[in-house]
């Protein structure tokens, strides 16, 4: 593969990245609520989710998806109602009243919670949003064909190296929408804003599942 062939993949995929989806949406939902580094967990999880599709590629598995009809829209239905799910979560959240905690509900708290699982469900929620969005299979088996020889020896290779080029622009641009975010979180550390935030994130939730419902791919 030459540069120019490698340079053209990545701006493509600068650009599709940098359009707004569910993606950003995650992250910025985490970041809110969470924090930085919870928001980094995600963003890994973005990032192997990325990498999962273009192992899929290579292997034939996307290929599957694509020309079975019931398998793709099975993925569909479950994506679409992954984001539902996580919408509606935002939406109960923007009209939850909150209670204040009386002193014996703090002492009966735990102290601690579970670090591992709290950082394991972060991941899983960056995994899951990307791994159950048909679209990324739809992009790989479309795009890798006019960027490589597929009979070629080098096919894995240069398949390999164009997913590792696609997940590293994947985290490395979210990576830097959390930190902008981080620099402006201050200014909306207001409840009220809070919940208006939780209002527009999940609605734009609900409104990528419908778009997900309704996507279809396009085969010459």
Known sequence: MTYSIWLTFAIMVLLLVMSPGPNGIIVLKVLGQNGYKPALVAIF??????????????????????????????????????????????????????????????????????????????????????ALNPKASAFYLAV????????????????????????????????????????????FKDKSIGKWMNGVVGTVMVYFSIMLLTYEVKQD
């Open 45 to 130: 999880g973005l990032f192997c989710a990325t990498f999962m599709h273009g192992l899929f590629v290579m292997f034939g598995l996307s290929a599957l998806l694509i020309h079975i009809p019931q398998a793709f829209t099975a993925i569909k239905i479950i994506g679409a109602l992954y984001l539902f799910y996580l919408g509606v979560k935002s939406l109960k959240q923007c009209f939850k009243k909150e209670i204040p905690k009386s002193k014996s509900d703090i002492h009966s708290a735990p102290l601690i919670n579970n670090k591992t699982e709290s950082i394991r469900s972060f991941w899983k929620v960056g995994f899951m949003t990307q």
């Open 144 to 187: 890798i064909p006019n960027f490589i020889d597929l009979s070629s020896s080098t096919a894995k290779i240069d398949t390999l190296l164009l997913t590792s080029t696609h997940a590293v622009i994947v985290g490395l641009w979210f990576i830097s929408v959390a930190s902008v975010g981080m620099k402006i979180l201050p200014y």
